[in-house]
């Protein structure tokens, strides 16, 4: 055997074995890889299929109504016994208007939190199932049991459409930002209060905002009434099927943002077909940030800069993604692994998913 030849196949064991027993002693690893497009990726792979590994959704202050740093995002999101190892950030939020609210779905602890009917979802059900799919969420509200007696724009979202009709929940902010609605009050599941204008909201429960238009509906309303909501999941998919809706019934986790990349092993990446417009987000090459997971149920997610998103989703085939989705980018993209930046956000960001490993 020629030196040449032996020194080649020493690197490769020794590359294996390495990347082995790194990945195996701890279940994830970063790297820092160049693709047949020339794009290169900094990424985190994390085996989600471990049991010390599980998933988190951190937002600004803890509040829906806020902006902060990926770094302080990661660092005050906790869960009991474990350690933040990665972040990156999340859905696309209001980032120039002083108003930093989110625009896509978020689901944190199986709570609700805000809607984005556009683009794509990545979730992460109970049982640490995953999916990425283009998904409707439409929500509907019981008063004493009764079903469909009201309905709602969405969550966490201040509205001045005439016609809008809004959840507030605690984790939006101390009070409603709907200065002309009229305001259903609920603690514990019963109507506390009819009141008007931006109303404190009840850390025990949600407050209704009523815009102008809609104030006729106020009238269903009684101190006392039992009242609710439930959020239905569908599928925008051609030929879904039962199940695709059924499953985000258990998704405990989930960040919508878009496009798609791949779906089901099949390239996507239109982001046309899924409600964007801009060409920054449709056409144009910039710094970008994904999500993905591969058929064995590792995740992986990462930063590619200076791409389009046909070139992303390139970058996403070659890491063997089953199914994959842009997440909000230029300078809201970051990404962090063992408490330092991989790729640094050029500003303060609403949101992100966050990856623990709980401490034996």
């Not at 693709?35 to 988190?56: E, H, P, Q, R």
């Not at 002083?98 to 984005?116: A, Q, S």
Request: charged share 20%.
């Amino acid at each position: 055997m020629s030196k040449k030849r032996f020194m080649l196949i020493f690197m490769m064991i020794t590359f294996i074995l390495t990347t082995n027993l790194s990945f195996g002693a701890s279940h994830h690893y970063f790297k820092t890889q160049k693709f047949s497009n020339g794009k290169t990726a900094n990424y985190v792979l994390v085996n989600f299929n471990a049991k010390d590994i599980t998933l988190g959704i951190g937002t600004a202050n803890n509040r829906i109504y806020s902006a902060d740093s990926l770094k302080n995002i990661s660092n005050t999101k906790a869960k009991e016994n474990s350690k933040a190892f990665s972040a990156i950030n999340g859905t696309y939020f209001s980032a120039y208007n002083n108003i930093p609210v989110p625009y896509g779905t978020i689901i944190d602890d199986g709570k609700l939190l805000h809607i984005g009917n556009y683009g794509a979802v990545f979730g992460v059900t109970k049982d640490k199932k995953l999916v990425i799919d283009n998904v409707n969420i439409e929500i509907t509200g019981s008063i004493n049991g009764v079903e469909n007696q009201y309905y709602t724009w969405g969550i966490n979202h201040p509205r001045t459409e005439p016609d809008a009709i809004m959840i507030f929940t605690p984790e939006f902010s101390e009070q409603t930002m709907m200065p002309e609605a009229k305001n259903v009050v609920i603690k514990n599941g019963i109507v506390s209060a009819i009141t008007s204008g931006n109303t404190a909201i009840p850390q025990d429960g949600f407050v209704i905002s009523f815009n102008p238009s809609m104030y006729h509906l106020v009238s269903r309303f009684e101190a006392g009434y039992k009242v609710d909501y439930t959020p239905e999941f569908k599928s925008r998919r051609e030929n879904a099927t039962d199940a695709d809706n059924d499953i985000w019934k258990d998704v405990v986790y989930a960040v919508g943002a878009g496009p798609s990349l791949i779906l089901n092993t099949a390239i996507t990446a239109d982001g046309t077909k899924e409600g964007f417009t801009e060409a920054k987000i449709n056409t144009q090459r910039a710094q970008r940030s994904f999500i993905g997971f591969r058929e064995d149920g590792r995740v992986v997610m990462g930063t590619v800069s200076n791409a389009s998103l046909a070139e992303l989703a390139q970058v996403c085939k070659e890491l063997n993604l089953k199914s994959a989705m842009n997440l909000d980018g230029g300078a809201s993209s970051g990404l962090m692994y063992n408490g330092s930046y991989k790729t640094s956000p050029g500003r303060k960001i609403n949101n992100s998913l966050i990856f623990f490993e709980n401490q034996k």
